[in-house]
């Protein structure tokens, strides 16, 4: 199988890593060539290409998929649509119109679409509540990705991540020095991220459909916080309510919609479809962190 990854960065270089490692073919695309040594580092083929750019994705040799990872770099909402949709569009268009197509797309998505739940579960079914401008347009992006690929001939699929976290992302000392906002974290350790989109090609399943790519247990911020503290040997960290958070003045109103979201999202049918999580929960996949943390202090 020969994939492209779109956007190969910090999911995508493992992705790649991967891939490769599975006796596959990768062809990692980055906008700027800092971006493509990284791939090149990452011991895979690397092409410069912006996806906004559809003469310069022509330098991306013919796949049987696409995963298409793009990031448009923490901007506001138009700057996410220039790439998740226009982009997203362009991509699939170019791909599509050539003499040997894809077989399929993966569009990485975020379940930040599902909005506030007020902790409820929510799973691929759960109507889409997006509470942010950017979030709106992930979540048009996500239409794009299911039925604009069909146009050409081959399917879409929507790979919905949770907050990635992993090497050089995790953020230890936000949680053991706090103070701590309420609520729900739902996580995905990136070799997951990353496992999970390669079993979706490997097993060629989930065409069309859309999977939530997310660890087995929705983690209280408040209990992991105290976990990781634990685990460093510290007292627990300060901890804060919503409605404490919410008297601060430094919000913006996206950040303010962002405090109120709550929600769990399930991975039963990521579970059921056959994926087996190398680190189901935060206690596997923050180990190495920990132990890393403790030496050094």
């Avoid at 906008?31 to 290409?49: K, W």
Wanted: hydrophobic share 35%; net charge negative.
């Amino acid at each position: 199988m020969h994939v492209a990854i779109l956007g190969c960065g910090y999911v995508g270089l493992e992705l790649g890593r991967q891939l490769v490692d599975a006796g596959h073919d990768a062809v990692g695309v980055r906008r700027s060539a800092t971006g493509r040594d990284r791939i090149e580092e990452a011991g895979f083929e690397a092409v410069q290409a912006n996806v906004t750019d559809r003469e310069s994705l022509a330098a991306v040799p013919d796949v049987d998929a696409i995963v298409f990872a793009a990031s448009s770099g923490g901007r506001g909402a138009a700057a996410a649509r220039d790439v998740y949709v226009e982009g997203l569009q362009t991509a699939i268009d170019a791909f599509g119109q050539r003499d040997s197509p894809p077989e399929r797309l993966i569009y990485t998505s975020s379940t930040g679409v599902h909005g506030d739940h007020g902790g409820d579960w929510v799973d691929e079914e759960t109507p889409l509540e997006p509470t942010t401008d950017k979030t709106e347009v992930l979540a048009e992006a996500e239409r794009v990705a299911l039925e604009r690929p069909a146009e050409h001939g081959y399917d879409g699929t929507v790979a919905r991540y949770a907050g990635l976290y992993g090497p050089d992302r995790y953020r230890l000392e936000r949680y053991l020095e706090g103070p701590v906002t309420e609520g729900y974290l739902n996580m995905v350790h990136r070799n997951d991220a990353a496992g999970a989109v390669r079993f979706l090609l490997e097993n060629d399943v989930a065409r069309g459909e859309v999977v939530l790519v997310v660890d087995d247990e929705p983690a209280d911020r408040w209990d992991f916080a105290d976990w990781l503290a634990e685990q460093c040997g510290l007292e627990a960290p300060p901890k804060r309510t919503t409605e404490d958070r919410l008297a601060e003045d430094d919000l913006s109103e996206a950040a303010r919609r962002r405090v109120l979201t709550s929600k769990r999202c399930s991975n039963a049918k990521l579970r059921e479809l056959g994926y087996e999580f190398r680190y189901p929960t935060y206690r596997e996949g923050y180990r190495d962190a920990l132990e890393a943390y403790v030496a050094d202090t």
